[in-house]
């Protein structure tokens, strides 16, 4: 399903300092590999058999072997303390992210001949790094027995995959942003920064291609495909054909203009003439391009597509763009969140948006009008929204922007939908996220963010905040939620 993203393989490359025992790498490299392919699939890692990397000449041998075998990731194992530059460089040089992890001494009998000091050698590492400013990733605690850093290389996995994808990522969008709507846009002169494509169009190009897709023989076989997808939610059978004539036009688009590029993401327009002049809303068509891990996002929200593509490489699964909309009422809390939920009425809120989460995260799912648009607009040029509440479970907010003094920030935090009915319309759910009240004043306020949230489903926090950290986002710029012993920097200590 998600062929819009990296199926990254890992290259293991173990490292020497020449001086220590080169079969304390060799060996240790061997444990490791058995150990990942014990817990996990053995398809995820390579392991570079033709040396370990002592000299800068061991170190162009690597990288070869490595490229030759398609890795797009590498892990840097130290052995023992390893050679500081030659390891340094195989970063460097290598065209994608990069990882160190060291070796654990294994046995308090044998710290003679068999010690290897890695845990010193992480420290010259992390210096030689930071002298050649190449970003790393290095995990909480990089050193470990063979079956930790096993566990380690996994946790990488999903990071590198957003990373590569960025890398090799295009984002389409068309038309402006709506009027009154300056929240959607940023610089994108950091989109270039992180190596993302940009291919802005007019939302008249959009509507002549469209055009010239009326009549395409494809249209009923991807109105089969709608309807069953619907099923019992088919309330608007009338508009599908213009659905589907709609979807070729999106994905023909792609084929036709990624170019260079692997992958795509689009930031769409979807109003206010969008509904007069093409007849109905995109919304279900986003939904369904989703679901196959091309994002859409609403309201030529280009920095909203960016994260939704991020959160799709890193959770290996669908993800959806919600506003973060509107609180829960006082009574609603009352009668069905207190008591049952560990939550204060602070902590949840409700996450909206007219109709664009995939059919696959909606606890149930109708086809309607847009009833926001509609009160200003004939309802049947409103129709095409996908209605429903969001699968309850575990979720994660976030967003990566770019501000209006170009600069990089993100916020990530980990938290839930409520088995609660919303009582509402459109793609919604009843959201809670431990001490959101404080994040929303001190973080989404504060740092300027605009009201759409890109949503993982699961918790992916660590993931992320680690993506973020090595696209080059400062840690300081990444806002999560503090628990109430944490006061954040703008937060009253008087309050």
Same mark, same amino acid.
Request: proline letters at 5%.
């Given at each position: 399903?998600?062929?819009?993203?990296?199926?990254?393989?890992?290259?293991?490359?173990?490292?020497?300092?020449?001086?220590?025992?080169? =079969?304390?790498?060799?060996?240790?490299?061997?444990?490791?590999?058995?150990?990942?392919?014990?817990? %996990?699939?053995?398809?995820?890692?390579?392991?570079?058999?033709?040396?370990?990397?002592?000299?800068?000449?061991?170190?162009?041998?690597?990288?070869?072997?490595?490229?030759?075998?398609?890795?797009?990731?590498?892990?840097?194992?130290?052995?023992?303390?390893?050679?500081?530059?030659?390891?340094?460089?195989?970063?460097?040089?290598?065209?994608?992210?990069?990882? #160190?992890?060291?070796?654990?001494?294994?046995?308090?009998?044998?710290?003679?001949?068999? /010690?290897?000091?890695?845990?010193?050698?992480?420290?010259?590492?992390? %210096?030689?790094?930071?002298?050649?400013?190449?970003?790393?990733?290095?995990?909480?605690?990089?050193?470990?027995?063979?079956?930790?850093?096993?566990?380690?290389?996994?946790? #990488?996995?999903?990071?590198?995959?957003?990373?590569?994808?960025?890398?090799?990522?295009?984002?389409?969008?068309?038309?402006?942003?709506?009027?009154?709507?300056?929240?959607?846009?940023?610089?994108?002169?950091?989109?270039?920064?992180?190596?993302?494509?940009?291919?802005?169009? $007019?939302?008249?190009?959009?509507?002549?291609?469209?055009?010239?897709?009326?009549?395409?023989?494809?249209?009923?076989?991807?109105?089969?495909?709608?309807?069953?997808?619907?099923?019992?939610?088919?309330?608007?059978?009338?508009?599908?054909?213009?659905?589907? &004539?709609?979807?070729?036009?999106?994905?023909?688009?792609?084929?036709?203009?990624?170019?260079?590029?692997?992958?795509?993401?689009?930031?769409?327009?979807?109003?206010?003439? #969008?509904?007069?002049?093409?007849?109905?809303?995109?919304?279900?068509?986003? $939904?369904?391009?989703?679901?196959?891990?091309?994002?859409? =996002?609403?309201?030529?929200?280009?920095?909203?597509?960016?994260?939704? %593509?991020?959160?799709?490489?890193?959770?290996?699964?669908?993800?959806?763009?919600?506003?973060?909309?509107?609180?829960?009422?006082?009574?609603?809390?009352?009668?069905?969140?207190?008591?049952?939920?560990?939550?204060?009425?602070?902590?949840?809120?409700?996450?909206?948006?007219?109709?664009?989460?995939?059919?696959?995260?909606?606890?149930?799912?109708?086809?309607?009008? &847009?009833?926001?648009?509609?009160?200003?607009?004939?309802?049947?040029?409103?129709?095409?929204?996908?209605?429903?509440?969001?699968?309850?479970?575990?979720?994660?907010?976030?967003?990566?922007?770019?501000?209006?003094?170009?600069?990089?920030?993100?916020?990530?935090?980990?938290?839930?939908?409520?088995?609660?009915?919303?009582?509402?319309?459109?793609?919604?759910?009843?959201?809670?996220?431990?001490?959101?009240? /404080?994040?929303?004043?001190?973080?989404?306020?504060?740092?300027? %963010?605009?009201?759409?949230?890109?949503?993982?489903?699961?918790?992916?926090?660590?993931?992320?905040?680690?993506?973020?950290?090595?696209?080059?986002?400062?840690?300081?710029?990444?806002?999560?939620?503090?628990?109430?012993?944490?006061?954040?920097?703008?937060?009253?200590?008087?309050?």
């Amino acid at each position: 399903m998600m062929n819009n993203i990296p199926n990254v393989k890992v290259g293991i490359v173990a490292v020497s300092r020449d001086c220590f025992p080169e =079969s304390l790498s060799v060996n240790r490299r061997k444990a490791l590999v058995e150990a990942y392919k014990a817990k %996990y699939d053995a398809a995820d890692i390579y392991e570079c058999p033709i040396c370990i990397v002592e000299s800068e000449i061991h170190m162009v041998q690597a990288l070869e072997d490595v490229k030759a075998a398609g890795c797009e990731a590498l892990v840097v194992y130290l052995g023992n303390f390893g050679p500081e530059i030659s390891e340094t460089l195989l970063a460097k040089h290598f065209d994608g992210p990069a990882m #160190f992890i060291a070796a654990a001494e294994e046995s308090g009998d044998n710290l003679v001949q068999g /010690r290897g000091d890695a845990y010193c050698g992480m420290l010259n590492a992390s %210096y030689n790094l930071k002298l050649r400013n190449i970003r790393a990733y290095i995990p909480e605690y990089p050193v470990g027995t063979a079956e930790e850093c096993a566990d380690m290389i996994h946790e #990488f996995l999903p990071i590198a995959r957003a990373v590569v994808g960025l890398a090799n990522l295009k984002i389409i969008s068309f038309g402006p942003r709506p009027l009154n709507f300056l929240a959607c846009n940023a610089p994108i002169k950091q989109l270039y920064n992180l190596g993302v494509e940009i291919e802005e169009n $007019s939302e008249l190009d959009l509507f002549e291609a469209f055009n010239k897709h009326a009549g395409d023989e494809r249209i009923p076989a991807v109105v089969e495909d709608m309807t069953k997808e619907l099923g019992a939610g088919n309330m608007k059978p009338e508009i599908l054909p213009k659905l589907a &004539q709609y979807e070729l036009t999106l994905l023909d688009w792609i084929e036709d203009h990624k170019g260079y590029r692997k992958y795509v993401a689009i930031a769409g327009k979807c109003w206010p003439a #969008f509904q007069t002049q093409f007849g109905f809303v995109p919304c279900f068509v986003n $939904s369904r391009l989703t679901g196959r891990g091309i994002p859409v =996002s609403c309201e030529v929200d280009i920095y909203g597509a960016l994260s939704e %593509y991020i959160g799709t490489c890193v959770s290996n699964d669908i993800v959806t763009l919600l506003d973060i909309n509107n609180s829960v009422p006082a009574d609603m809390y009352e009668s069905e969140i207190k008591g049952k939920f560990d939550y204060t009425h602070k902590d949840t809120f409700m996450g909206f948006h007219c109709g664009n989460t995939c059919s696959k995260k909606l606890a149930s799912h109708s086809m309607k009008y &847009q009833l926001i648009m509609a009160r200003s607009l004939p309802e049947e040029v409103t129709q095409g929204t996908l209605e429903g509440d969001i699968v309850p479970g575990e979720i994660t907010f976030f967003r990566l922007q770019s501000t209006a003094d170009n600069k990089l920030r993100a916020y990530v935090a980990n938290g839930e939908v409520l088995p609660v009915a919303t009582r509402s319309f459109g793609g919604i759910g009843v959201f809670a996220i431990h001490e959101m009240g /404080r994040f929303y004043r001190h973080v989404l306020i504060e740092g300027n %963010y605009p009201h759409h949230g890109a949503v993982a489903f699961g918790h992916h926090g660590k993931a992320l905040f680690e993506v973020f950290k090595l696209i080059g986002v400062c840690p300081d710029e990444i806002g999560y939620n503090h628990p109430k012993s944490v006061p954040y920097r703008t937060e009253n200590p008087f309050a």
